[in-house]
């Protein structure tokens, strides 16, 4: 037995349940954790457009309601925390 295994083995034990238990319970908390944060980094952004969504961000853009050029780099992390979100929103549904 690895001493990882050796631990979850005690952890489980002490909080009586099974390590499976713990594990699922363990992921979900860390994946939520990092939901969190990615949740806290879209606030902040969509916060400073004032949009909500990074489609609503491009019809912005097409309106010239914000500027491209000095946006493009928001424009590319939102899209990227949004997609980021959805797949943490997933894994968290399936571990339900």
Do not use: C, P
């Not at 909080?15 to 990615?38: N, T, Y």
């Not at 424009?75 to 997609?83: A, E, G, I, N, T």
């Amino acid at each position: 037995m690895t001493t990882i295994d050796s631990v979850i083995g005690s952890a489980a034990q002490e909080l009586q349940m099974s390590a499976d238990q713990l594990m699922v319970e363990g992921v979900r908390l860390l994946l939520s954790r990092r939901l969190r944060d990615i949740n806290a980094r879209i606030f902040e952004i969509t916060g400073r457009y004032g949009i909500s969504t990074v489609q609503e961000m491009v019809e912005r853009y097409e309106t010239g309601q914000i500027d491209e050029a000095t946006s493009w780099r928001d424009y590319q992390d939102l899209d990227h925390l949004q997609y980021k979100q959805n797949r943490l929103l997933e894994l968290i549904e399936t571990l339900e």
